[in-house]
């Protein structure tokens, strides 16, 4: 049964740190890419970043590029997105999402659509 588990969230100040995880199994990491995507309440659902099978990196909104870091440990079956300098703009629901590769040369997609498999998401609240 495959299954994706994020953990991680809470509530932060700003300017503080929350590191996400995501935690799968069912099948085998080290064959897919896997992407951080949030949904704030009455927004749609964006891309965050990507993690490639082949370890490229990818940040589709430039409001967190610098300030959050993505990286997968095959040994444990897990993708972290880490975020330092957290704005309340970031608050939002995170899900970690799987896309089979077929290379280490197949690129992140940023549509959604593209991943077959979704965790059921991590709340992340920044406030004072």
């Known amino acids: 049964q495959v299954q994706l588990v994020e953990s991680g969230g809470g509530l932060v100040q700003p300017g503080g740190s929350l590191r996400l995880a995501c935690t799968v199994s069912?099948?085998?990491?080290?064959?897919?890419?896997i992407g951080w995507f949030r949904q704030a309440p009455g927004k749609e659902r964006e891309g965050v970043s990507c993690i490639s099978r082949g370890g490229g990196v990818s940040f589709w909104q430039d409001s967190v590029k610098g300030r959050f870091t993505i990286s997968r440990d095959s040994a444990k079956r897990t993708v972290y997105l880490q975020m330092n300098s957290l704005k309340p703009e970031d608050t939002a629901l995170y899900y970690c999402?799987?896309?089979?590769?077929?290379?280490?040369?197949?690129?992140?997609?940023?549509?959604?659509?593209?991943?077959?498999?979704w965790g059921q998401g991590t709340q992340v609240t920044v406030s004072t």
């Open positions: 069912g099948f085998t990491l080290d064959y897919y890419n």
């Open positions: 999402a799987a896309r089979f590769a077929n290379s280490v040369f197949t690129p992140c997609a940023g549509d959604l659509n593209e991943y077959s498999y």
